[in-house]
């Protein structure tokens, strides 16, 4: 199953919304995980099963979608979040990570 | 507080071989499904490798299958990646990586360790 993120990078302001998009090549029904990364660090897990929130993570992050569209809206970008974002899928082993997103200050 | 250590990363010739380890503490590891996940230099996140609880059930990605063999000890806390025949494509940061309960995601990850192939 293939996972194509969308935009690959995108400039971003602080205070800004953002959204990125995570295609998958066929349906993976809500198996669908997002992480954050920062140079140097291990990925971060933000969202699981589409749109539940990890513990500990800012209630700004959110995700949605289902079958092969999913979406990691930003509410309101703050200066800790630019960073690469991975979209990932569960539903079968082999799993399959995105391409990321880079997120930059405009 | 759940911790993932990985170690015995370095530089290996083209068709040499490498064994990870991941030792795990703050958490009942012997109750969570483990993988390993790569990233070679400036590129994205690859999964290489599943094992389930009790190390019965097994996945690979095609890169890799043949060549590496995962493996945990539950007694002693630790997850093992054996990597043969390496290529200098295998060259990337290894993480280790607790699965969270059911589909929930990678939920700890390790910092990683450096694997080298190279000539």
């Known amino acids: 199953i293939q996972l194509t993120q969308s935009p690959s990078s995108l400039s971003a302001s602080v205070g800004d919304r953002v959204t990125i998009t995570c295609r998958a090549s066929?349906?993976?029904?809500?198996?669908l995980a997002w992480y954050q990364q920062k140079p140097g660090k291990a990925p971060k897990l933000l969202i699981y099963?589409?749109?539940t929130l990890q513990s500990g993570v800012p209630s700004r992050f959110s995700g949605s979608g289902s079958g092969t569209d999913f979406t990691l809206t930003i509410s309101s970008l703050q200066p800790e979040d630019f960073a690469t974002y991975y979209c990932?899928?569960?539903?079968?082993?082999?799993?399959?990570f995105g391409q990321g997103t880079r997120l930059e200050i405009k | 507080e759940v911790q993932l250590v990985e170690s015995g990363g370095g530089l290996v010739q083209p068709g040499g071989s490498l064994r990870l380890s991941c030792a795990a503490s703050?958490?009942?590891?012997?109750?969570?499904?483990m993988n390993w996940v790569r990233q070679a230099p400036g590129k994205g996140l690859e999964w290489v490798s599943y094992?389930?609880?009790?190390?019965?059930?097994?996945y690979y990605a095609d890169s890799v299958k043949g060549r590496f063999t995962i493996s945990r000890d539950n007694a002693k806390n630790s997850l093992y990646l054996q990597m043969n025949s390496l290529r200098a494509e295998d060259t990337a940061v290894y993480y280790c990586?607790?699965?969270?309960?059911?589909?929930?995601?990678?939920?700890?990850w390790g910092q990683g360790t450096l694997v080298t192939v190279s000539s």
């Open positions: 990586a607790r699965d969270g309960k059911g589909v929930a995601g990678f939920d700890y």
């Open positions: 703050g958490f009942t590891f012997s109750s969570y499904e």
């Open positions: 094992i389930s609880s009790s190390g019965s059930t097994i």
């Open positions: 066929q349906g993976i029904s809500s198996y």
């Open positions: 099963a589409a749109s």
């Open positions: 990932q899928q569960l539903n079968s082993y082999s799993i399959t």
